[in-house]
């Protein structure tokens, strides 16, 4: 199936570093949102974004929603060592009404050593 | 508020089996979606139902079928199982006006 393109593929950081993961798409997307995912749960959603230059913040994460419509970006500051996990993008297709879905990254593993 | 629970936790079948996977979405949400995640990749779109309809389809073959209740709880049901068909089965659920969707804590299924 179709997925965007996620990097890092993983990272490896000590604890109270800063970091940075960015998503890319060759389609446009109207919605983009970011999920955080620990081992054997169901993703949790971080953020959502509904609009071209949109710069959202969550505690210590921020994203942004890119300018082009075709990327987006997830910063996280001061990293602690629940940050531990696999963070996905997902961006919402287009499409009339209800006829849309979510096109998923394939993640970046997380790992901060404390 | 109740967020979308699922069930079983996890199941064992044999290939050629039929399997039933159940879903309960969040107080509110009329939109349930279906996903297969295998280990290490990100969830693929199975389909969608609202107001008791498939409402989108992703690229998986007719043996996958739902239903969506008048209460929005939902099944996935997948008849003749492959031994490919081992992942962990999320449920989400949104309201459609706002398509953000959130996810229950998933179905881990083994196919021997």
């Known amino acids: 199936g179709q997925q965007l393109n996620q990097s890092p593929q993983s990272m490896f950081i000590q604890e109270g570093e800063d970091v940075s993961m960015n998503c890319t798409s060759s389609s446009i997307f109207n919605t983009w949102l970011w999920y955080k995912q620990d081992p054997g749960e169901g993703p949790v959603l971080l953020i959502a974004l509904y609009k071209a230059g949109e710069l959202t913040s969550n505690g210590r994460l921020t994203a942004q929603f890119g300018i082009t419509r075709k990327d987006s970006f997830l910063n996280i500051s001061a990293s602690i060592p629940s940050d531990v996990g696999i963070y996905f993008c997902a961006g919402l297709s287009g499409g009339a009404g209800n006829n849309r879905k979510l096109i998923w990254g394939l993640g970046t593993s997380l790992a901060v050593n404390p | 508020e109740t967020g979308v629970t699922q069930s079983p936790t996890h199941l064992i079948k044999t290939r050629g089996q039929q399997v039933t996977l159940r879903c309960s979405s969040q107080?509110?949400?009329?939109?349930v979606s279906w996903y297969q995640q295998a280990l290490g990749q990100g969830p693929q779109f199975i389909f969608q139902?609202?107001?008791?309809?498939?409402?989108g389809r992703g690229n998986f073959p007719p043996r996958f079928s739902g239903l969506q209740f008048p209460n929005y709880s939902s099944e996935l049901n997948v008849n003749a199982l492959e031994l490919d068909d081992s992942a962990l089965y999320l449920c989400?659920?949104?309201?459609?006006?706002?398509?953000?969707?959130?996810f229950g804590p998933g179905t881990r299924l083994t196919v021997l």
């Open positions: 139902y609202y107001r008791e309809e498939e409402n």
């Open positions: 989400a659920s949104s309201l459609v006006a706002q398509h953000t969707q959130y």
């Open positions: 107080s509110g949400h009329n939109t």
